[in-house]
């Protein structure tokens, strides 16, 4: 079964620092999110990214957050200047089409310190 | 008023018994609706999707009531593997967007 695919799985940085998560979606899929789970809590919609462009961000996704599809598989989350309340896992999500299913990676952890 | 709303728990419940968890949801524009299920520190799964006909996938049952605004989900027979947490979920937004919306949880634990 196609799976979405993140890394690294753990993530550990240094409050300030620029971090860079990486997903590779399943490879027809049209669609692309990210979302994050800060532990305890739900999970919160950060950004959808659709025909090369954010096609909506909520408003956890500030100026520090930014995405990319760099390539034709590669879909980054940069975190310009962590912050300790950035600790949280972030999953990326994508799918085919408007009315599919979405599957999700299995998230990297990121711990700020 | 939280978008997406479900009771916590959490549900112990024995193996082999029915037990149903309830979410209601405040947007009327939302347009598609499901039941994922999480286990812990991983990542959301899907488990079904949530149709106003209602729709039956084993031994799951879902329901939505869009006049009411809420979705169901009924568990028969359940099993030591159901126990895990259970999201109700609903997505709105443009073609392009479709953003899913996530409750907080119900989490199920199964005993022998």
């Known amino acids: 079964e196609p799976e979405v695919t993140q890394t690294p799985s753990h993530q550990v940085t240094q409050m300030g620092q620029e971090v860079i998560l990486r997903c590779v979606p399943i490879s027809n899929h049209l669609y692309f999110y990210w979302y994050r789970q800060i532990l305890g809590q739900k999970v919160e919609f950060l950004v959808s990214f659709y025909n090369n462009e954010i096609s909506e961000k909520s408003e956890i996704f500030d100026d520090q957050f930014s995405v990319e599809r760099p390539d034709g598989s590669n879909f980054t989350l940069k975190i310009r200047s962590t912050k300790l309340e950035d600790s949280a896992m972030y999953f990326c999500a994508s799918r085919e089409g408007y009315l599919d299913g979405y599957t999700f990676g299995s998230g990297t952890r990121l711990t700020v310190v | 008023r939280k978008e997406v709303e479900q009771d916590p728990g959490p549900f112990n419940v024995p193996e082999g018994a029915t037990v149903a968890f309830n979410c209601t949801y405040s947007?009327?524009?939302?347009?598609?609706f499901f039941w994922y299920r999480q286990d812990c520190r991983k990542e959301p799964k899907l488990l079904m999707s949530v149709y106003s006909s209602g729709n039956e996938d084993g031994r799951f049952t879902a329901q939505l009531n869009r006049a009411s605004q809420y979705i169901s989900l009924l568990i028969r027979d359940s099993k030591l593997s159901d126990s895990a947490t259970y999201l109700c979920?609903?997505?709105?937004?443009?073609?392009?967007?479709?953003?899913?919306?996530f409750g907080q949880g119900t989490t199920l634990q199964v005993k022998p």
């Open positions: 979920v609903v997505a709105r937004g443009s073609s392009n967007t479709g953003k899913l919306i």
């Open positions: 947007n009327s524009a939302s347009q598609s």
